[in-house]
């Protein structure tokens, strides 16, 4: 099982959360990644997600989700990756079984009836849905005080995997950080491959610290 972050897209070309430059240094997370804030100003929120849409339209996978992609490929056993990423290089660069437990740029949903569509490549805040007529489209998105998706597959995923591998996030953020407990608890061996060591490193077993698009081939090609 491996969890990926932010960090394997940085060599792509799209910026981090929270580094020195990164997207929450520019924007306040309270008015772009929560309901209160798409509340308040639901034109901010949609210019911000259309930047981030554009960026990841125009951005290619790296190595690292090349990799990814062939060892799922490759691999006789069950294999799964849960992406907090919203971006879709996952897909384009060939992964099949992903979960995007922060929903995806290039979907929306309505705020109503929970709908989802495919995104067009700029959204607008007076977009209704055509599913229930009722309801706006709102970013496919998981804010700040919302329940990430998918979490009855992972939390399954999670208690019966034997090795779960971490790329590029900084374990900050919950439920996410967690996961490596639950992995470890379960009898995984848990592997962390980061720039640096996260927030949660103590819970792993093995550090690889170093550029995604080298160090992820690199341990790939060891267990493969
Ligand atoms: P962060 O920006 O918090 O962390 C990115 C991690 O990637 C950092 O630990 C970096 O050191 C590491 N990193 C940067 N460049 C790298 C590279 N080339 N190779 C390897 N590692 C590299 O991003 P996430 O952990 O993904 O949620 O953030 C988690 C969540 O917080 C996001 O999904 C988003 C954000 O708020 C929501 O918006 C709900």
Same mark, same amino acid.
């Given at each position: 099982m491996v969890l990926t972050g932010a960090g394997i897209s940085a060599e !792509?070309? *799209?910026?981090?959360?929270?580094?020195?430059e990164g997207l929450w240094e520019d924007h306040r997370i309270e008015d772009v990644a929560t309901p209160e804030g798409y509340q308040r100003d639901r034109q901010l929120v949609h210019d911000f997600y259309n930047q981030r849409r554009a960026a990841a339209a125009a951005a290619k996978p790296n190595a690292a989700h090349l990799a990814l992609a062939e060892f799922e490929a490759a691999f006789a056993g069950e294999f799964l *990756?849960?992406?907090?990423?919203?971006?879709?290089?996952?897909?384009?660069?060939? !992964?099949?079984?992903v979960l995007a437990m922060h929903g995806q740029l290039n979907r929306m949903h309505c705020d109503n009836c929970g709908q989802v569509t495919d995104a067009p490549p700029v959204c607008r805040p007076d977009m209704r849905c055509q599913h229930c007529q009722?309801?706006?489209?709102?970013?496919?998105?998981?804010?700040?005080?919302?329940?990430? *998706?998918?979490?009855?597959?992972? !939390?399954?995923a999670l208690a019966d995997c034997n090795l779960f591998i971490a790329i590029g996030t900084s374990g900050q953020v919950y439920p996410a950080a967690g996961f490596v407990r639950i992995a470890a608890a379960a009898g995984a061996h848990c592997i962390e491959a980061n720039l640096?060591? !996260?927030?949660?490193?103590?819970?792993?077993d093995e550090q690889r610290l170093g550029l995604a698009t080298e160090i992820v081939p690199q341990i790939l090609a060891e267990i493969a």
């Open positions: !792509s070309g *799209l910026r981090t959360f929270r580094a020195v *990756l849960v992406t907090q990423n919203v971006d879709d290089l996952h897909a384009r660069a060939g !992964s099949k079984r009722a309801g706006l489209l709102r970013p496919h998105v998981v804010w700040f005080g919302e329940m990430p *998706l998918f979490m009855e597959e992972i !939390s399954a640096e060591a !996260s927030a949660v490193a103590a819970g792993f």
